[in-house]
């Protein structure tokens, strides 16, 4: 895929994907996931819609998905989330 910054598995049904992104993307910050829209000087919604991510990812058997937010390129794939920057893409 690309120099990873992140990457994850989780039970969807117990975290959420806006919650595991935000998360990942504040630890690769190095900030507190509340103070992420202020770093980045932007949010995960001015980019997607969160409670549509979360619908589609922890309804599907196997979601596959990506998208990017500022520098940072997203993909779920099944229970997987990784990050990358988007200049790798």
Request: glycine letters at 4%.
């Amino acid at each position: 895929m690309g120099d990873e910054l992140f990457c994850g598995r989780y039970v969807w049904s117990s975290t959420t994907p806006t919650v595991a992104i935000v998360n990942a993307i504040a630890g690769i910050e190095n900030v507190d996931p509340t103070d992420l829209p202020v770093t980045l000087n932007t949010a995960l919604y001015d980019h997607i819609d969160p409670e549509a991510l979360d619908t589609l990812v922890t309804t599907s058997n196997d979601p596959k998905l990506s998208f990017a937010i500022d520098e940072y390129r997203i993909e779920i794939d099944g229970n997987q989330l990784f990050i990358v920057p988007d200049s790798d893409w």
